[in-house]
């Protein structure tokens, strides 16, 4: 185990504000968590895992260990089963589904690589796919091994595009863990004394009314929108905006009005909007593409992580068919940027999506279990908030009117301790992606237990729905 960072009080507070994207690996809850839960023979791998790769927060030390994952479920190396409500948001169509498996045998079998130069069927299709799905003028694709290499591209391209390098994006955000990444994103687990940044990178507040600075309470009044078209007016020579369509670290989903303001505000200051949809494209909200909600189409859309299929790591940017203006300079270059078998994988996971309904499933369960959400929040004295799109939930927990982060930290152990694996954003926000082919008992059996843990975290801190918190 990492011994690096302390365990004091002071410890507590830095390992809340660096939160935002998940528990962090240093924390005592989860040394005594894993003191109760992990054996020998888990330990054992996790400690060779711990030797031989660079410590980092969120990753090194782990967890736990695997030995196989299907569905909604993983299993780990002491052979317990897991419902994984996170999944780094891969498994829309759940984990092992036979039609990607099948899609990515087939093609190992004839075309297992497709060297740079050389096209393949498999990418032609997927690229027309995407195509097709996207609504014009977003009709233009490239392929990346990972979302945060797409958004690069998306960057150099709004740079050929209109002639500018500066962004503006939001304090919060995760577009990706690289250096450009963590320049246009707004965590500072990941800025944070790191040295210079790329230049040219504005920052405003993003859309979350319960951490408004604008005054809006619990209601979103769009001065945030309104001071994106401020700051566009300002800077005069900001080339693009880019922002998550949905943040999915802790479910904020902007009102209607929202995009159509920014959407104005870059039409009018002749800036580009690229949308982030990497974790939660693909039905994650309902729809194919979380922009569909706003009745807005961006410049430039990026999607990723489920796209592979819960096995291959694939991204793809889309832009508008006349942003084909690059064809003297490589935007991304990489060498699994055709993957026969990744783009194998997509196209079965498209067809899984349209085949087994998953679009309709997510909005449907989606509401079901917001509603039992919200009848979960009169109950608990924790809940502050709750807050869904599609299959994509959020259980913000406050006591004394400040975030319970450590509260929340309880119920995430407690819940693992009972098989349910989720992830929690921003420091206090029970983050809940759970694979879009989940049946309705296992979404309520899940709900169930995370009701239980509320209620033992109640318990212990003394809460009652008659004192709150």
Same mark, same amino acid.
């Given at each position: 185990?990492?011994?690096?960072?302390?365990?004091?009080?002071?410890?507590?507070?830095? %390992?809340?504000?660096?939160?935002?994207?998940?528990?962090?690996?240093?924390?005592?809850?989860?040394?005594?968590?894993?003191?109760?839960?992990?054996?020998?023979?888990?330990?054992?791998?996790?400690?060779?895992?711990?030797?031989?790769?660079?410590?980092?927060?969120?990753?090194?030390?782990?967890?736990?260990?695997?030995?196989?994952?299907?569905?909604?479920?993983?299993?780990?190396?002491?052979?317990?089963?897991?419902?994984?409500?996170?999944?780094?948001?891969?498994?829309?169509?759940?984990?092992?589904?036979?039609?990607?498996?099948?899609?990515?045998?087939?093609?190992?079998?004839?075309?297992?690589?497709?060297?740079?130069?050389?096209?393949?069927? #498999?990418?032609?299709?997927? #690229?027309?796919?995407?195509?097709?799905?996207?609504?014009?003028?977003?009709?233009?694709?490239?392929?990346?091994?990972?979302?945060?290499?797409?958004?690069?591209?998306?960057?150099?391209?709004?740079?050929?595009?209109?002639?500018?390098?500066?962004?503006?994006?939001?304090?919060?955000?995760?577009?990706?863990?690289?250096?450009?990444?963590?320049?246009?994103?707004?965590?500072?687990?990941?800025?944070?004394?790191?040295?210079?940044?790329?230049?040219?990178?504005?920052?405003?507040?993003?859309?979350?009314?319960?951490?408004?600075?604008?005054?809006?309470?619990?209601?979103?009044?769009?001065?945030?929108?309104?001071?994106?078209?401020?700051?566009?007016?300002?800077?005069?020579?900001?080339?693009?905006?880019?922002?998550?369509?949905?943040?999915? %670290?802790?479910?904020?989903?902007?009102?209607?009005?929202?995009?159509?303001?920014?959407?104005?505000?870059?039409?009018?200051?002749?800036?580009?909007?690229?949308?982030?949809?990497?974790?939660?494209?693909?039905?994650?909200?309902?729809?194919?593409?979380?922009?569909?909600?706003?009745?807005?189409?961006?410049?430039?859309?990026?999607?990723?992580?489920?796209?592979?299929?819960?096995?291959?790591?694939?991204? #793809?940017?889309?832009?508008?068919?006349?942003?084909?203006?690059?064809?003297?300079?490589?935007?991304?270059?990489? %060498?699994?940027?055709?993957?026969?078998?990744?783009?194998? #994988?997509?196209?079965?996971?498209?067809?899984?999506?349209?085949?087994?309904?998953?679009?309709?499933?997510?909005?449907?369960?989606?509401?079901?279990?917001?509603?039992?959400?919200?009848?979960?929040?009169?109950?608990?004295?924790?809940?502050?908030?709750?807050?869904?799109?599609?299959?994509?939930?959020?259980?913000?927990?406050?006591?004394?009117?400040?975030?319970?982060?450590?509260?929340?930290?309880?119920?995430?152990?407690?819940?693992?301790?009972?098989?349910?694996?989720?992830?929690?954003?921003?420091?206090?926000?029970?983050?809940?992606?759970?694979?879009?082919?989940?049946?309705?008992?296992?979404?309520?059996?899940?709900?169930?237990?995370?009701?239980?843990?509320?209620?033992?975290?109640?318990?212990?801190?003394?809460?009652?729905?008659?004192?709150?918190?």
């Amino acid at each position: 185990m990492n011994e690096s960072f302390p365990t004091s009080p002071d410890s507590r507070a830095l %390992t809340a504000n660096l939160a935002s994207e998940g528990d962090v690996n240093f924390s005592p809850l989860r040394r005594a968590w894993e003191a109760e839960h992990l054996h020998a023979k888990t330990r054992t791998l996790i400690d060779a895992d711990s030797e031989h790769f660079l410590h980092q927060s969120l990753s090194t030390p782990c967890l736990n260990a695997l030995v196989a994952c299907e569905g909604i479920w993983l299993t780990d190396i002491e052979g317990r089963r897991i419902m994984d409500f996170h999944g780094n948001n891969v498994h829309q169509v759940g984990y092992r589904h036979p039609h990607v498996i099948d899609a990515i045998k087939q093609q190992l079998d004839t075309l297992p690589f497709s060297p740079r130069r050389y096209t393949n069927a #498999a990418a032609v299709d997927l #690229a027309a796919t995407l195509s097709s799905l996207a609504p014009d003028p977003l009709s233009k694709v490239l392929f990346a091994p990972g979302g945060t290499l797409a958004i690069g591209m998306a960057l150099k391209l709004a740079r050929l595009v209109t002639g500018r390098h500066k962004t503006l994006s939001l304090w919060d955000a995760f577009h990706g863990a690289s250096l450009d990444a963590i320049s246009i994103g707004g965590e500072a687990i990941f800025r944070k004394n790191i040295g210079p940044l790329l230049p040219g990178n504005e920052h405003a507040q993003p859309c979350d009314p319960r951490q408004c600075r604008f005054g809006c309470g619990d209601a979103c009044n769009l001065r945030c929108a309104e001071y994106l078209d401020y700051v566009l007016g300002k800077e005069e020579d900001i080339g693009a905006v880019i922002i998550e369509t949905v943040r999915s %670290t802790d479910v904020q989903i902007p009102p209607p009005e929202y995009y159509r303001i920014v959407r104005d505000a870059c039409d009018r200051h002749g800036a580009l909007l690229i949308l982030d949809e990497v974790p939660i494209c693909l039905g994650r909200t309902g729809r194919m593409f979380a922009f569909e909600h706003y009745d807005i189409v961006p410049d430039m859309v990026v999607l990723g992580k489920g796209l592979g299929g819960g096995v291959f790591p694939l991204a #793809a940017l889309i832009a508008r068919s006349d942003f084909d203006i690059a064809g003297d300079r490589a935007l991304g270059h990489y %060498t699994h940027e055709k993957s026969s078998v990744g783009c194998a #994988a997509a196209l079965a996971t498209l067809e899984v999506i349209a085949n087994e309904h998953l679009l309709e499933k997510s909005r449907a369960q989606g509401a079901r279990a917001l509603q039992r959400l919200r009848e979960m929040q009169r109950r608990h004295p924790l809940i502050s908030d709750v807050r869904g799109i599609g299959l994509l939930l959020g259980i913000e927990l406050e006591r004394n009117g400040h975030p319970a982060s450590r509260e929340a930290e309880q119920v995430m152990y407690h819940c693992l301790a009972r098989g349910l694996s989720f992830k929690i954003g921003q420091g206090n926000v029970l983050t809940l992606s759970p694979p879009l082919i989940i049946a309705p008992e296992e979404l309520d059996h899940a709900l169930d237990v995370i009701d239980a843990a509320l209620s033992a975290v109640e318990a212990a801190r003394g809460l009652t729905d008659e004192d709150p918190a």
